[in-house]
């Protein structure tokens, strides 16, 4: 495929003044044999949510930092080459008493992909259709004045960032 033209689709500018705001607030493990037609529709997500085909929790902090990319070495007038991405989320979550046996369970599991919501308005929904790794333990900090949550890391691997979209109103909040 040498000299191989690519034509992005067309950029979509923000109406407005709006700001998309930060923070990943929630986060759906998804069992990976569920397919979407449709990410936005409610009706799609109800009767699999918290059952063992879509864990959701509704009350998280976290961050999605860039991805580190995978490089090799280019060819002809490129000196480099992205050949795929590493990303991580990192989420915290409560409710440590009694939740072991869940999360040593995700913690081995190999079958879930993941969506989570970023903005205090629980607007916009980012989507991973590829297998996720979780790590995941309780964090107990030193001070009396602390509390304790369980640290999440949800990492995987692809050339693609998430996919976005509205989130499917009902679900998250």
């Not at 795929?84 to 409710?95: D, P, T």
């Not at 040593?104 to 989570?116: E, G, K, M, V």
């Not at 949550?149 to 998250?172: C, E, H, Q």
């Amino acid at each position: 495929m040498p000299n191989c033209q690519v034509f992005p689709p067309e950029y979509i500018e923000q109406v407005g003044c709006d700001i998309e705001n930060g923070s990943v607030v929630a986060v759906a493990f998804i069992e990976d044999s569920v397919e979407f037609t449709d990410i936005t529709d409610p009706a799609e997500w109800v009767g699999l949510d918290y059952a063992s085909d879509i864990l959701v929790h509704q009350e998280v902090r976290g961050s999605y930092a860039k991805p580190s990319a995978t490089e090799v070495p280019g060819k002809g007038k490129q000196d480099t080459r992205i050949v795929g991405r590493k990303h991580e989320l990192i989420f915290r979550v409560s409710s440590v008493k009694g939740n072991d046996n869940y999360w040593n369970t995700l913690n081995r599991s190999t079958n879930y992909t993941l969506a989570f919501v970023v903005g205090s308005d629980y607007d916009l929904l980012l989507r991973v259709d590829k297998g996720v790794s979780i790590d995941s333990s309780p964090e107990v900090q030193e001070g009396l004045d602390t509390e304790v949550d369980w640290l999440v890391s949800v990492k995987w691997s692809d050339i693609n960032v998430p996919s976005t979209s509205d989130v499917p109103a009902g679900i998250f909040e």
